[in-house]
């Protein structure tokens, strides 16, 4: 039985998948599997997947029709045969010895979970994201301070979130299968933020290993460089669901937080409908923008925030925001970018 299953979820990702799996294959640790989830792929990603499947026997490719990442990851757990779970995502690559790091200070620490750090690529640049933790073995209330609420959202809105994709995580799949842990369905962003929590939520230890070890890549038609068409209707989806597992296992101060990311998504989502490639009319923008200011829970969030520890720019996009005036908020994102980019 391997040590450690990885799983692949690929769709269209030829341009990227031969970097991608033979960083995953050249791993210094090498007792593992190596689970490749075609879903429904329309270029050459499958047959890509099976010539790396014919070479080495640790490679395992399961197809089926498009049902997205999350389906596909479900996929792989229930394929999984390791004492651990890691994934990769296929437009993106591993450093030689992440695994071998990573299981060692589980098995050393007796932890179920363990998460890294990691680079964020651009065409421009290499960005070190790393976590702050007091410790590299977390347990309890340690987890709920140091990561689990960050997850959640910002104290403000001011600061960042931790990164709360799976791929830099290793679990026991004992903890994911125990817990009945799944990536939400009918979701089509932040998935990771909902099986992340449940991970953290459901594990007593946790250890960290503070180097960078999975490199991220931020492609130039990624949802955050062009415009996303329905992007406030894709991002808002999961928050409700992340209530839902809040209340359920009784966490406690979580609302600002939430409330914080209600507001992120909403200031992320406006800036989007004043990006240059927007084929939308004016008019059709502005009205887009009034939607998310009118969201209920955008205005719940707005109503319930204290204003005077932010900076006028922030005064400005808070308060245009609660009284819902598109043209201003439209204008300030239009500028920003002309100035900016």
């Known amino acids: 039985m391997p040590e450690i299953s990885i799983i692949v979820p690929v769709y269209n990702k030829e341009k990227y998948l031969d970097q991608s799996l033979k960083s995953i294959l050249n791993q ?16 050459n990603s499958l047959e890509i997947c099976k010539t790396f499947e014919k070479k080495d026997n640790r490679v395992k490719v399961i197809s089926q029709i498009n049902q997205g990442v999350s389906v596909a990851r479900n996929t ?17 690559w591993i450093e030689k010895d992440m695994f071998l790091k990573m299981y060692k200070k589980c098995e050393e620490t007796n932890s179920p979970v363990c998460i890294s750090n990691y680079f964020q690529e651009t065409k421009e ?20 301070n140091q990561i689990l609420i960050k997850l959640i959202g910002p104290q403000s809105i001011n600061e960042s979130t931790i990164m709360s994709s799976v791929w830099r995580l290793l679990i026991k799949k004992e903890l994911i299968v125990d ?7 009918k979701i089509n962003r932040m998935q990771d933020l909902a099986f992340s929590l449940e991970v953290f939520i459901h594990t007593e230890k946790v250890c960290v290993v503070k180097d960078c070890l ?11 460089m062009v415009y996303d068409v329905n992007r406030f209707e894709k991002l808002i989806k ?10 359920e296992n009784k966490i406690e101060n979580y609302k600002k937080r939430l409330n914080n990311r209600y507001l992120f998504i909403a200031m992320k989502s406006i800036s989007n409908e004043a990006k240059d490639d927007n084929p939308n009319t004016f008019k059709v923008s502005l009205n887009n923008i009034k939607i998310i200011c009118e969201h209920p829970s955008v205005q719940s969030a707005v109503n319930n925030m204290n204003f005077t520890q ?3 720019r922030n005064k400005f996009l808070l308060n245009s925001i609660k009284k819902k005036r598109p043209f201003f908020l439209y204008s300030y994102y239009r500028l920003a970018q002309i100035l900016y980019h």
Do not use: M
């Open 28 to 43: 210094s640790f090498d007792n593992l599997e190596i689970i490749l989830i075609n879903d429904g792929s329309t270029d």
């Open 76 to 92: 792989g757990i229930d394929n999984a045969s390791g004492k651990y779970i890691g994934f990769v995502d296929p437009d993106d």
């Open 125 to 144: 640049d290499v960005i070190k994201r790393e976590l702050s933790t007091t410790a590299d073995v977390l347990i309890n209330k340690e987890i709920y």
């Open 179 to 185: 817990n009945s842990i799944i990536f939400p369905q």
């Open 214 to 224: 999975y490199h991220y890549k931020v492609h130039d038609d990624s949802a955050s």
């Open 238 to 247: 999961i928050l409700p669901i992340i209530e839902d597992i809040l209340i």
């Open 310 to 312: 932010y900076s006028s």
